[in-house]
């Protein structure tokens, strides 16, 4: 599509922004003692931060933000390049900070002080870790940055780093070559969570120096030690070569949904030429939970060339669901789910223990090639008084249910540069991990997409998904409909039709859509508050976002 076009629209959309709340401009060259306009903008995110309310804007003009400084945030003695601190009201009346249309703002911490403590904290003098964007706040939306070269001395130090936080979006952020993760949630306060993770990037982190090894902590995707409050989700997100894990969710007791995303050769480091030896190296890790609560959906995801499993439990108390995901070519298993068990007081009882009844893990509509994983089927049962093998939950119409052993036969392509090319940015490479669409959707690609006289076609269970033919087909990539990877659609829709850019078209009367009807609350594509309003009434045409409940579309009426 026409570049002129995106950029009429992001003015469009900035002029409509300006109308909720005061805007401000931060630009490279820029004064905090400025008034913070486009003529006589600040200087740093930290200067806006002191200022903005909920409702506000801050356009973030293009060029490298050298992060040469940083604030001490007391609450996790830790310190920032730049910590947000100033919270919007609700998902409605945000505070926006946006990459200007056209423009992109990197935030570079070659520069940046970083804590110096190994493993004394109490005081701004025994600081242990430091990033360059620290989010302690409520209700924000972050679009169009790029993080990198966060160094550390002996603590792994993220590139954005969100604390006790709530309803932030992180949007089309690419964060690499961070000595340690590139996006890593903590939500241990209470009542935190409910973050939306969308068309972000997170690769090429690795932190050599860490006191608990070598590679041990930078994993693409973190998030951490919930107990409560609402569901985080990763949307059209990818994540590859990092040292550690593509996703983890360790030790996170509330769900986590993850959706439409990608992980590829994590384990791996210097451009996937090197693997060091404090490495997991699984694509997703979605465990571990003790307390039982810890139940993750992850669904119509990819994971190929991870130095371990593709998808994996980590020795979970809790059952996952598994729903529609190819795994292809990873160095361990396709799917593991170890699993375990905790007592009252958090402390593990056995080695492995298969997870039964409505704890077990939902596996369906999965693709494995090859057909190798563990704990599923046959189970290792090891505590005190076992040490067997036992008859445990396989899932159901998966390849190794349904004995496929897919072949090239069955795909329109099992080749993309991520597999071959190594010693190479990836991120510049045409490709499935190579520069996104305008919109923030990854590249259209035949990679690991079905074939139309594939095996795994229509061999799937009906779960509420989008699906053409007579039954769901097997793996991520349903053939005949077009999905992109922004879509952040409830999973129980089904599109009539789809647009050249892959959203859900609406043609002329919202009400013939059949699931998009009613009251909804409509943003533009910058996520600005438009209203609340029936979406029959819809008659200006454009792309919107719209929220029913918890899930979130992308509607284009025409």
């Not at 009252?344 to 494995?368: E, S």
């Not at 923030?440 to 690609?445: A, E, F, Q």
Request: glycine share 10%; hydrophobic share 35%; proline share 4%.
């Amino acid at each position: 599509m026409d570049k002129k076009f995106f950029f009429s629209l992001g003015l469009a959309m900035m002029a409509a922004i300006q109308a909720f709340g005061a805007t401000y401009y931060v630009a490279v060259g820029g004064n905090d003692n400025a008034v913070g306009s486009k003529e006589k903008p600040f200087a740093s995110l930290n200067k806006a931060n002191a200022v903005v309310h909920a409702g506000d804007t801050v356009w973030v003009r293009g060029g490298v933000y050298d992060l040469n400084d940083t604030v001490y945030y007391k609450r996790y003695e830790m310190t920032a390049g730049i910590l947000l601190t100033a919270s919007g009201e609700s998902d409605d009346k945000r505070i926006y900070y946006f990459a200007y249309p056209g423009e992109r703002p990197i935030f570079d911490g070659t520069n940046l002080p970083i804590g110096q403590a190994c493993r004394n904290k109490g005081t701004i003098d025994s600081v242990m870790t430091t990033s360059p964007i620290v989010v302690a706040a409520k209700y924000l939306h972050l679009k169009g940055f790029e993080v990198r070269n966060t160094p550390m001395k002996c603590n792994s130090n993220s590139g954005i780093f969100l604390y006790a936080s709530k309803h932030i979006i992180l949007e089309q952020i690419d964060s690499h070559h961070n000595a340690g993760p590139g996006i890593f949630i903590h939500d241990g306060a209470s009542g935190g969570g409910g973050h939306l993770v969308l068309n972000c990037d997170a690769h090429d982190n690795y932190d050599p120096t860490g006191w608990q090894g070598d590679g041990e902590n930078a994993d693409g995707f973190g998030v951490h030690y919930q107990y409560d409050g609402d569901t985080t989700r990763f949307v059209g997100c990818r994540s590859w070569w990092n040292s550690d894990d593509g996703y983890d969710v360790l030790a996170q007791e509330f769900p986590v949904i993850v959706e439409n995303s990608y992980a590829m050769g994590n384990g791996y480091i210097k451009y996937g030429t090197a693997t060091p030896p404090g490495v997991n190296g699984h694509g997703f890790k979605m465990g571990y939970s003790r307390t039982g609560a810890g139940h993750h959906i992850i669904k119509n995801c990819v994971a190929w060339n991870n130095v371990a499993n593709g998808f994996y439990s980590n020795y979970t108390n809790a059952g996952s669901t598994w729903i529609n995901n190819t795994a292809y070519k990873n160095g361990d298993r396709s799917f593991g789910m170890a699993s375990t068990t905790y007592d009252a007081d958090l402390n593990r009882t056995a080695d492995v223990m298969p997870l039964f009844g409505d704890n077990a893990h939902v596996l369906k509509n999965n693709i494995a090639i090859p057909n190798k994983n563990s704990q599923i089927g046959s189970c290792w049962m090891k505590d005190a008084t076992h040490d067997v093998y036992v008859d445990c939950p396989a899932g159901e119409n998966n390849t190794w249910n349904l004995k496929l052993d897919l072949t090239e036969d069955d795909f329109m392509s099992l080749d993309d540069p991520s597999l071959t090319v190594t010693g190479e940015d990836l991120s510049k490479i045409p490709g499935i991990l190579g520069p996104r669409n305008a919109d923030g959707s990854v590249p259209d690609l035949d990679f690991l997409k079905l074939k139309e006289d594939s095996r795994a076609i229509d061999k799937g269970e009906n779960i509420g998904q989008s699906f053409v033919g007579a039954a769901p087909d097997l793996g991520a990539y349903e053939f005949g409909i077009i999905k992109s990877s922004s879509s952040v659609a409830s999973s129980n829709s089904v599109a009539e039709s789809s647009s050249s850019d892959s959203t859900t078209s609406i043609n002329t009367n919202v009400a013939t859509f059949k699931v998009i009807s009613g009251e909804a609350t409509v943003f533009d594509l910058q996520g600005s508050y438009l209203g609340k309003m029936q979406l029959e009434k819809i008659k200006t045409p454009g792309i919107y976002l719209i929220r029913q409940g918890n899930h979130l579309q992308k509607v284009n009426v025409k």
